[in-house]
């Protein structure tokens, strides 16, 4: 194994963990206001069928 190498992985995933630390939040996020959109969605559905009448 070269020198390196240990270093070199160490690197990487220090990387890839804080790549996850910052994109994570932003998955979670996205993913409660994409339920939210529905939600409205849905309630805007009921009262265009309760006016329409």
Same mark, same amino acid.
Do not use: C, H
């Given at each position: 194994?070269? $020198?390196?190498? $240990? =270093?070199?992985?160490?690197?990487?995933? @220090?990387? @890839?963990? %804080? &790549?996850?630390?910052?994109?994570? $939040?932003?998955? /979670?996020?996205?993913? /409660? %206001?994409? =339920? *939210?959109? *529905?939600?409205? *969605?849905?309630?805007? +559905? &009921?009262?265009? /069928?309760?006016? +329409? /009448?």
């Amino acid at each position: 194994m070269s $020198p390196g190498t $240990p =270093d070199l992985i160490l690197l990487i995933l @220090v990387f @890839v963990g %804080l &790549q996850a630390w910052w994109i994570i $939040p932003i998955i /979670k996020k996205n993913n /409660k %206001l994409n =339920d *939210r959109g *529905r939600e409205l *969605r849905e309630e805007i +559905k &009921q009262l265009e /069928k309760l006016y +329409k /009448k």
